[in-house]
């Protein structure tokens, strides 16, 4: 099998260690196991006493009772045993691919979007057509060119929502108008969720396991706990098919996650408010901050992200993204994401979601290369 390099991940893989503002970062300020604990009403140093005597078994094979109710917590009518634990959305995106695709079918996947969700099946040998995400768009699935792809030999539409990197969030409407799509050829609709959950206002975020019984959800503790150090992530459907294919898969690939992983997975679910409230402040602040530097600095524009941690940046320089981003980095100590490594030239994608000092003094720093170029 051969596979194409994983382009955002090796670029940062090759320089984050270099940032000195790390707006490369797409999680929301991560916190510290204190941190979490603390948040969370407990006393770090009387809860690491206890977990000193927890057993370094397998644990729960298929998840820990309170991770699987913490996680069908965040979904309308969902039972905790219609959830698949994974290690992380990488390994979930992984295992619903490789389990529900073969080289025999087709798939439509939205662009830009996460790499796996295309090079994966590309890799299979399925076909893959890309549906391109325009700005005049919103960002949001063109309903007409989805219809002209969609045939009898579909198996799967691939969405990304909120979308990583435009910060686009499609509309229960044309969600709705995707499905119906979807029936007509039978397929299943997997949506990566990951940056799916805290809203701006605080209102529930709807999931394409609402309002399809072939939907498949994919989310992690990652990018919204802010707890990517845990690597948990899960699969959530009520189709019974994709279930126990699932889980027959997951014996060769995953067997169990982290028991310590689940353990704090379980506690940070059961405080989601608590955590989402923090969150949501840095998200608010850091839009803002974002929005005015945008408003505010000669050629650079785009369209503000409704939701997610991230946003697609376009500079009207002549130079391409990659190169843009080794310059700024080399010289600036800013790390953001070349637009080439989800294949949209003329654009960088900033993570806004970390401390809002760092926010700020990267965005200048971007600002002073682009006065000097």
């Known amino acids: 099998m051969e596979i194409k390099t994983f382009k955002v991940e090796r670029w940062m893989n ?13 999680c929301i300020d991560s916190m510290t196991i204190r941190e979490l604990l603390t948040l969370c009403g407990e ?68 662009l830009p979007t996460y790499q796996q969700h295309y090079s994966i099946p590309e890799s299979i040998g399925a076909e ?40 686009s969030w499609i509309p229960v409407k044309v969600m709705e ?15 990566d969720e990951v940056y799916r959950g805290i809203s701006d206002d605080g209102s529930y975020m709807h999931s394409i396991v609402d309002i399809y019984d072939k939907g498949i959800s994919v989310g992690s503790m990652s990018k919204i706990f802010s707890l990517a150090g845990l690597r948990m992530g899960w699969i959530a459907t009520k189709n019974k ?34 955590i989402f409230a923090r969150n949501r402040k840095i998200l ?36 391409p993204s990659y190169d843009l981003c080794v310059k700024l980095i080399k010289e600036k100590g800013v790390l953001f994401t070349p637009g080439s490594c989800f294949e949209m030239e003329g654009a960088v994608r900033i993570g806004y979601a970390f401390d809002s000092k760092t926010l700020k003094e990267g965005l200048d720093k971007f600002a002073e290369l682009l006065s000097e170029l």
């Open 43 to 110: 006393d770090p140093e009387e809860y690491m006493v206890k977990m000193a005597d927890m057993r370094l078994t397998y644990s729960h094979i298929f998840g820990s009772p309170e991770f699987l109710k913490g996680v069908a917590d965040l979904y309308k009518d969902l039972m905790p045993q219609q959830v698949i634990p994974t290690h992380g959305a990488i390994g979930a995106n992984n295992q619903v691919i490789t389990t529900m695709i073969g080289r025999e079918d087709n798939m439509v996947c939205v």
């Open 284 to 319: 608010n602040k850091n839009r803002h901050i974002l929005d005015e530097w945008v408003k505010s600095t000669p050629r650079v524009e785009y369209l503000a992200p409704v939701a997610g941690t991230t946003a697609l940046v376009y500079y009207d320089k002549d130079i």
């Open 177 to 191: 108008e995707i499905v119906s799509i979807a029936k007509e050829a039978d397929a299943y609709i997997l949506c």
């Open 241 to 274: 098919n994709v279930l126990h294919l699932c889980h027959e898969r997951r014996d060769y690939d995953t067997i169990s996650c982290g028991a310590i992983d689940d353990k704090l997975s379980a506690l940070a679910l059961v405080n989601k408010d608590a």
């Open 128 to 167: 893959v057509r890309l549906l391109k995400l325009r700005k005049e768009d919103d960002y949001l699935p063109n309903l007409d060119m989805l219809r002209s792809m969609v045939d009898k030999n579909t198996k799967m539409i691939t969405l990304n929502n909120p979308n990583n990197p435009t910060g």
């Open 14 to 26: 090759e320089f984050e260690d270099d940032a000195i503002y790390n707006l490369g970062e797409t």
